[in-house]
């Protein structure tokens, strides 16, 4: 009866009864990691599908403005949510910049409008790079550490177990198989924690690149469309009608 009892013992609740101190400082890593890369990721989906809204949104109400003037009343009215309201806000406000500096015939070493303008949307991506990679490293470092705190676990849990046995005076195979399985149940644990947080990191970066590519096409219609109008912005002219195909592709781009 007694053999019985003790090899229906063993398991996770016996390792955490026998664990103290040290012992349980890898299983409460792994426990806060895992729970970390869930948070991550469900908030992570959250904000993509309502930044997704937002963008499809903006895109569709973007080309239905009559001029830049416009545009510009209705940003400044309502800040930006989305990425690429944030684009189009930079980008409209550094042709405002260059409109102030050639209205007081000042030269501010902007280099050309169109140099300007290009690096005013460069920054801007880069900013929405950032943004978007924010928190990717934690999930990288929950899937290449969780696996060897999770080994350090059964190593500790190895030592503690064979010094029990030789304490105790018993070396057959029943006595050591016992205890050293029930360490190894960290090093599971750790590769447990590990495999989702190295697929969510994987799902989020193509999910990002994804996006930056479209904002690429996005910034370089953007682009293309005030670079025409700053030509002739002596006119104020409104925005050209004549784009259609533009359109439909930047809505297109604005749904991904």
């Given at each position: 009866m007694n053999p019985e009892v003790e090899t229906n013992a063993m398991g996770i609740a016996h390792l955490l009864s026998q664990n103290t101190g040290v012992g349980l400082i890898p299983?409460?890593?792994l426990v806060l990691m895992s729970l970390a890369t869930c948070y991550y990721a469900l908030l992570k989906l959250w904000l993509g599908v309502r930044e997704q809204r937002l963008n499809a949104r903006f895109v569709s109400q973007f080309w239905q403005h009559e001029s830049v003037q416009e545009m510009e009343r209705q940003l400044a009215h309502t800040p930006p949510?989305?990425?690429?309201?944030?684009?189009?806000?930079?980008?409209l406000a550094a042709v405002a910049q260059i409109d102030r500096a050639q209205g007081r015939a000042v030269s501010l070493?902007?280099?050309?409008?169109?140099?300007?303008?290009?690096?005013?949307?460069?920054?801007?991506?880069?900013?929405?790079r950032i943004r978007l990679e924010h928190g990717l490293a934690l999930l990288a470092s929950v899937g290449s550490a969780a696996p060897f705190v999770g080994l350090?676990?059964?190593?500790?849990?190895?030592?503690?177990?064979?010094?029990?046995?030789?304490?105790?005076?018993?070396?057959?195979?029943?006595?050591?198989?016992?205890?050293v399985g029930e360490a190894l149940i960290m090093t599971g644990f750790g590769l447990a924690v590990a495999l989702p947080a190295v697929l969510i990191y994987n799902f989020f970066v193509r999910r990002n690149r994804l996006k930056l590519a479209a904002l690429?096409?996005?910034?370089?219609?953007?682009?293309?469309?005030?670079?025409?109008?700053?030509?002739?912005?002596?006119?104020?002219?409104?925005?050209?009608?004549?784009?259609?195909?533009?359109k439909s592709e930047t809505v297109k781009k604005g749904q991904m």
């Open positions: 299983l409460i890593l949510e989305e990425a690429y309201g944030r684009i189009t806000h930079a980008a070493k902007l280099g050309s409008p169109d140099d300007f303008l290009l690096r005013a949307l460069r920054q801007a991506i880069t900013m929405e350090f676990g059964t190593v500790w849990g190895i030592y503690h177990a064979l010094l029990a046995i030789g304490a105790a005076g018993q070396s057959s195979l029943d006595k050591v198989a016992g205890p690429d096409e996005f910034a370089y219609d953007l682009f293309a469309l005030l670079v025409t109008g700053f030509e002739k912005s002596a006119s104020n002219v409104t925005l050209l009608s004549g784009i259609e195909n533009a």
